[in-house]
Protein backbone atom coordinates (compact mmCIF):
# COMPACT_ATOMS: atom_id res chain seq x y z
CA UNK A 1 0.00 0.00 0.00
CA UNK A 2 2.83 2.46 0.63
CA UNK A 3 4.52 2.05 -2.85
CA UNK A 4 1.33 2.84 -4.24
CA UNK A 5 0.37 5.80 -2.45
CA UNK A 6 4.19 7.06 -2.97
CA UNK A 7 3.73 5.90 -7.11
CA UNK A 8 0.58 7.81 -6.92
CA UNK A 9 2.27 11.07 -5.43
CA UNK A 10 4.83 10.91 -8.05
CA UNK A 11 2.11 10.60 -11.10
CA UNK A 12 0.14 13.62 -9.58
CA UNK A 13 3.30 15.37 -9.17
CA UNK A 14 4.66 14.92 -12.69
CA UNK A 15 0.81 15.71 -14.31
CA UNK A 16 1.37 19.20 -11.64
CA UNK A 17 3.85 19.93 -13.12
CA UNK A 18 3.25 19.67 -16.86
CA UNK A 19 -0.16 22.04 -16.22
CA UNK A 20 2.27 24.29 -14.24
CA UNK A 21 5.09 24.48 -17.78
CA UNK A 22 1.81 24.66 -19.80
CA UNK A 23 0.02 27.50 -17.69
CA UNK A 24 -0.44 30.52 -19.57
CA UNK A 25 1.30 33.59 -18.39
CA UNK A 26 -1.07 35.54 -16.34
CA UNK A 27 -3.58 38.04 -17.59
CA UNK A 28 -1.84 41.74 -17.88
CA UNK A 29 1.41 40.06 -18.56
CA UNK A 30 3.19 41.80 -21.65
CA UNK A 31 2.92 40.03 -24.75
CA UNK A 32 6.26 39.28 -26.79
CA UNK A 33 5.45 42.07 -29.11
CA UNK A 34 4.92 44.82 -26.32
CA UNK A 35 8.41 43.72 -24.58
CA UNK A 36 10.26 43.93 -28.26
CA UNK A 37 8.63 47.26 -28.55
CA UNK A 38 9.13 48.58 -24.91
CA UNK A 39 12.95 47.45 -25.88
CA UNK A 40 13.40 49.37 -28.97
CA UNK A 41 11.43 52.18 -28.01
CA UNK A 42 14.09 54.93 -27.09
CA UNK A 43 16.75 53.17 -29.33
CA UNK A 44 18.70 55.56 -31.82
CA UNK A 45 18.15 53.83 -34.68
CA UNK A 46 15.56 51.29 -36.69
CA UNK A 47 15.15 48.05 -35.96
CA UNK A 48 14.20 44.88 -38.42
CA UNK A 49 13.55 41.02 -36.58
CA UNK A 50 11.98 37.61 -37.84
CA UNK A 51 12.48 34.54 -35.20
CA UNK A 52 11.13 31.38 -35.26
CA UNK A 53 10.66 28.38 -33.15
CA UNK A 54 11.68 25.14 -35.51
CA UNK A 55 9.69 22.98 -33.04
CA UNK A 56 6.60 24.54 -32.01
CA UNK A 57 6.52 26.67 -35.49
CA UNK A 58 5.43 29.62 -32.83
CA UNK A 59 7.06 32.91 -34.67
CA UNK A 60 7.50 36.95 -34.17
CA UNK A 61 8.30 39.34 -37.32
CA UNK A 62 8.53 43.15 -36.97
CA UNK A 63 9.04 44.84 -40.42
CA UNK A 64 10.43 41.28 -41.21
CA UNK A 65 9.81 41.58 -44.94
CA UNK A 66 11.09 44.17 -45.41
CA UNK A 67 14.80 44.09 -47.20
CA UNK A 68 18.14 45.48 -45.21
CA UNK A 69 21.58 45.69 -45.70
CA UNK A 70 23.29 42.31 -44.98
CA UNK A 71 26.90 43.51 -43.88
CA UNK A 72 29.04 39.79 -43.53
CA UNK A 73 25.78 38.26 -43.21
CA UNK A 74 25.27 37.71 -46.88
CA UNK A 75 28.74 35.15 -46.37
CA UNK A 76 26.08 32.83 -45.24
CA UNK A 77 24.23 32.66 -48.85
CA UNK A 78 28.04 33.03 -50.41
CA UNK A 79 29.26 29.44 -48.43
CA UNK A 80 25.75 28.14 -49.65
CA UNK A 81 26.48 28.53 -52.47
CA UNK A 82 29.81 27.25 -52.56
CA UNK A 83 28.50 23.66 -51.24
CA UNK A 84 26.03 23.22 -54.02
CA UNK A 85 28.99 23.88 -56.70
CA UNK A 86 30.95 21.28 -55.03
CA UNK A 87 28.61 18.74 -54.61
CA UNK A 88 27.29 19.53 -58.40
CA UNK A 89 31.33 18.66 -59.12
CA UNK A 90 31.45 22.27 -60.54
CA UNK A 91 34.45 22.89 -58.29
CA UNK A 92 36.81 21.26 -55.47
CA UNK A 93 37.24 21.80 -51.95
CA UNK A 94 41.19 21.59 -53.10
CA UNK A 95 41.36 24.34 -55.51
CA UNK A 96 43.66 26.19 -54.64
CA UNK A 97 43.58 30.24 -54.28
CA UNK A 98 47.00 32.50 -54.23
CA UNK A 99 47.28 35.12 -51.93
CA UNK A 100 48.64 38.14 -53.95
CA UNK A 101 50.20 41.61 -52.50
CA UNK A 102 48.08 44.34 -52.66
CA UNK A 103 44.98 41.90 -53.55
CA UNK A 104 43.95 41.65 -49.87
CA UNK A 105 40.57 43.08 -48.01
CA UNK A 106 40.63 45.22 -45.29
CA UNK A 107 38.42 44.59 -41.92
CA UNK A 108 37.94 40.99 -40.56
CA UNK A 109 39.95 38.22 -41.31
CA UNK A 110 43.25 36.70 -40.87
CA UNK A 111 44.42 36.22 -44.72
CA UNK A 112 45.59 39.81 -44.83
CA UNK A 113 48.47 38.74 -42.92
CA UNK A 114 49.66 35.86 -44.92
CA UNK A 115 52.66 36.29 -47.12
CA UNK A 116 52.22 36.94 -50.64
CA UNK A 117 52.43 33.98 -52.34
CA UNK A 118 50.92 31.81 -49.54
CA UNK A 119 48.21 29.00 -51.11
CA UNK A 120 45.02 28.24 -49.36
CA UNK A 121 42.64 25.61 -50.63
CA UNK A 122 38.51 26.43 -51.10
CA UNK A 123 37.59 24.35 -48.12
CA UNK A 124 39.81 26.83 -45.60
CA UNK A 125 38.38 29.59 -47.81
CA UNK A 126 34.91 29.27 -47.11
CA UNK A 127 35.85 28.25 -43.23
CA UNK A 128 37.10 31.18 -42.76
CA UNK A 129 34.62 33.40 -44.57
CA UNK A 130 32.44 32.53 -41.63
CA UNK A 131 34.13 31.32 -38.70
CA UNK A 132 36.24 34.37 -38.69
CA UNK A 133 34.22 36.87 -41.35
CA UNK A 134 37.60 36.82 -43.36
CA UNK A 135 36.63 39.53 -46.03
CA UNK A 136 39.96 38.45 -48.13
CA UNK A 137 38.60 34.62 -47.50
CA UNK A 138 35.11 35.68 -48.85
CA UNK A 139 36.31 37.84 -52.24
CA UNK A 140 38.53 34.65 -53.05
CA UNK A 141 35.50 32.52 -52.98
CA UNK A 142 33.31 34.95 -54.76
CA UNK A 143 35.87 35.26 -57.90
CA UNK A 144 35.56 31.70 -57.69
CA UNK A 145 31.58 31.25 -58.05
CA UNK A 146 30.24 34.32 -58.62
CA UNK A 147 27.99 36.32 -57.05
CA UNK A 148 25.25 35.86 -59.34
CA UNK A 149 25.88 32.18 -59.10
CA UNK A 150 24.31 32.84 -55.21
CA UNK A 151 21.75 34.93 -56.17
CA UNK A 152 20.55 32.08 -59.16
CA UNK A 153 20.26 29.45 -56.14
CA UNK A 154 19.20 31.42 -53.79
CA UNK A 155 16.38 32.89 -56.05
CA UNK A 156 15.34 28.84 -56.87
CA UNK A 157 15.64 28.41 -52.85
CA UNK A 158 12.68 30.80 -53.48
CA UNK A 159 14.80 33.62 -51.00
CA UNK A 160 14.03 36.51 -53.21
CA UNK A 161 14.96 38.98 -50.96
CA UNK A 162 18.53 37.85 -50.98
CA UNK A 163 20.98 39.02 -53.03
CA UNK A 164 25.20 39.07 -53.36
CA UNK A 165 25.78 42.06 -55.04
CA UNK A 166 29.82 43.03 -55.09
CA UNK A 167 32.49 41.83 -53.73
CA UNK A 168 34.16 43.16 -50.19
CA UNK A 169 36.03 46.82 -51.30
CA UNK A 170 34.05 46.72 -55.14
CA UNK A 171 34.42 44.60 -58.11
CA UNK A 172 32.50 41.36 -58.74
CA UNK A 173 29.39 43.03 -59.55
CA UNK A 174 26.53 40.98 -59.58
CA UNK A 175 24.05 41.48 -62.54
CA UNK A 176 21.71 43.11 -59.59
CA UNK A 177 23.93 45.65 -58.74
CA UNK A 178 23.12 47.35 -62.29
CA UNK A 179 19.92 48.15 -60.44
CA UNK A 180 20.15 51.71 -58.86
CA UNK A 181 17.89 50.68 -55.68
CA UNK A 182 20.03 47.75 -55.08
CA UNK A 183 22.94 49.90 -54.90
CA UNK A 184 22.08 51.35 -51.31
CA UNK A 185 22.53 47.89 -49.49
CA UNK A 186 26.30 47.53 -50.57
CA UNK A 187 27.47 44.04 -50.63
CA UNK A 188 24.60 42.19 -49.80
CA UNK A 189 20.72 42.53 -49.75
CA UNK A 190 18.25 40.33 -48.11
CA UNK A 191 15.34 40.33 -45.42
CA UNK A 192 14.99 38.76 -41.68
CA UNK A 193 12.42 36.10 -43.36
CA UNK A 194 14.87 34.61 -45.84
CA UNK A 195 17.55 34.74 -43.35
CA UNK A 196 15.44 32.40 -40.68
CA UNK A 197 14.38 30.58 -43.92
CA UNK A 198 17.72 29.75 -45.01
CA UNK A 199 18.78 28.96 -41.59
CA UNK A 200 15.27 26.62 -41.36
CA UNK A 201 16.30 24.63 -44.33
CA UNK A 202 19.75 24.04 -43.14
CA UNK A 203 18.52 22.41 -39.75
CA UNK A 204 16.40 20.87 -41.57
CA UNK A 205 18.97 19.30 -44.04
CA UNK A 206 17.29 20.65 -46.87
CA UNK A 207 19.91 22.60 -48.81
CA UNK A 208 22.22 20.76 -51.45
CA UNK A 209 22.19 17.75 -48.97
CA UNK A 210 21.91 16.78 -45.43
CA UNK A 211 25.33 16.08 -44.89
CA UNK A 212 26.08 19.30 -46.62
CA UNK A 213 23.20 21.10 -44.38
CA UNK A 214 25.00 19.71 -41.30
CA UNK A 215 28.73 20.64 -42.63
CA UNK A 216 27.18 23.95 -42.77
CA UNK A 217 25.40 24.68 -39.22
CA UNK A 218 28.86 23.40 -37.56
CA UNK A 219 30.71 25.75 -39.15
CA UNK A 220 28.64 28.30 -38.06
CA UNK A 221 28.46 26.90 -35.02
CA UNK A 222 32.29 27.72 -34.75
CA UNK A 223 31.74 31.58 -35.76
CA UNK A 224 33.77 33.41 -33.64
CA UNK A 225 31.89 36.87 -33.09
CA UNK A 226 29.26 36.63 -30.41
CA UNK A 227 28.62 40.41 -29.65
CA UNK A 228 25.10 39.55 -30.49
CA UNK A 229 22.79 36.59 -30.43
CA UNK A 230 25.41 34.37 -29.12
CA UNK A 231 26.65 37.02 -26.17
CA UNK A 232 27.30 35.13 -22.96
CA UNK A 233 25.88 31.82 -24.19
CA UNK A 234 26.75 28.63 -22.13
CA UNK A 235 28.52 25.11 -23.40
CA UNK A 236 24.99 24.02 -22.63
CA UNK A 237 22.79 26.47 -24.87
CA UNK A 238 24.80 26.39 -28.03
CA UNK A 239 24.50 28.88 -31.00
CA UNK A 240 25.04 28.45 -35.12
CA UNK A 241 25.34 31.56 -36.34
CA UNK A 242 26.78 34.67 -38.76
CA UNK A 243 27.26 38.62 -37.69
CA UNK A 244 27.88 41.46 -39.25
CA UNK A 245 29.18 44.57 -39.05
CA UNK A 246 28.92 48.09 -41.09
CA UNK A 247 29.22 51.50 -40.17
CA UNK A 248 25.59 52.25 -38.40
CA UNK A 249 24.37 49.18 -38.98
CA UNK A 250 24.97 45.77 -36.74
CA UNK A 251 23.27 42.48 -38.11
CA UNK A 252 23.01 38.74 -36.43
CA UNK A 253 21.38 35.86 -37.79
CA UNK A 254 21.41 32.08 -36.22
CA UNK A 255 20.17 29.23 -34.43
CA UNK A 256 19.96 29.35 -30.65
CA UNK A 257 19.58 25.52 -29.45
CA UNK A 258 17.69 26.37 -26.14
CA UNK A 259 16.00 23.69 -24.48
CA UNK A 260 13.07 24.26 -24.73
CA UNK A 261 13.45 24.94 -28.85
CA UNK A 262 15.46 25.84 -31.52
CA UNK A 263 15.07 29.02 -31.93
CA UNK A 264 16.33 30.55 -35.37
CA UNK A 265 16.45 34.44 -35.60
CA UNK A 266 17.74 37.44 -37.82
CA UNK A 267 18.18 40.93 -36.14
CA UNK A 268 19.32 43.93 -38.15
CA UNK A 269 19.73 47.53 -36.41
CA UNK A 270 20.81 50.31 -38.82
CA UNK A 271 20.61 54.04 -39.21
CA UNK A 272 22.52 54.64 -35.51
CA UNK A 273 23.51 58.12 -34.70
CA UNK A 274 27.30 56.97 -33.99
CA UNK A 275 30.01 54.69 -35.78
CA UNK A 276 31.60 52.15 -33.06
CA UNK A 277 33.63 49.31 -33.82
CA UNK A 278 33.53 47.77 -30.12
CA UNK A 279 31.77 44.70 -28.62
CA UNK A 280 29.67 47.06 -26.51
CA UNK A 281 28.37 49.22 -28.81
CA UNK A 282 24.79 49.86 -28.90
CA UNK A 283 23.85 47.74 -32.12
CA UNK A 284 25.37 44.93 -30.74
CA UNK A 285 24.05 45.09 -27.03
CA UNK A 286 20.61 45.47 -28.50
CA UNK A 287 20.45 42.48 -30.40
CA UNK A 288 21.67 40.52 -27.83
CA UNK A 289 19.15 42.05 -25.91
CA UNK A 290 16.29 41.22 -28.11
CA UNK A 291 17.97 37.66 -28.71
CA UNK A 292 16.97 36.79 -24.78
CA UNK A 293 13.52 38.58 -25.02
CA UNK A 294 13.03 36.17 -28.46
CA UNK A 295 14.25 33.21 -26.66
CA UNK A 296 11.78 33.65 -23.68
CA UNK A 297 9.04 34.63 -25.62
CA UNK A 298 8.95 32.03 -28.40
CA UNK A 299 9.27 29.07 -25.98
CA UNK A 300 6.22 29.57 -23.82
Partial sequence: MKKIIIALLVVAFVVVSAI???????AGSPSLDE????????????VWIYAKNLDSGAEYGLRANEQVRTASTIKLPIMVEAYRQVAEGKIAWTDEFMIEAGKT???????????PGSKIDLKTATALMIVLSDNTATNLV?????????NDFMAKLGLN????????????????WDEPLNKLFGIGRSSP??????????????????????????????QQYKDGIGRNSLDTVPVASKSGSLDRLRSDVG???TRRGRIAMAITVDDMPVVQYIMDDMGNAMIWRL??????????
Fill in 20 to 26: AQARPQP
Fill in 35 to 46: RIKAEIGDFKGK
Fill in 105 to 115: AGGSGILKEFS
Fill in 142 to 150: LDHISSNSV
Fill in 161 to 176: DTLSLRKIGGGGDAKA
Fill in 193 to 222: RDMVRLLEMLENGEVVSKEASAEMIAILRR
Fill in 255 to 257: IVY
Fill in 291 to 300: SQILQEGLVR
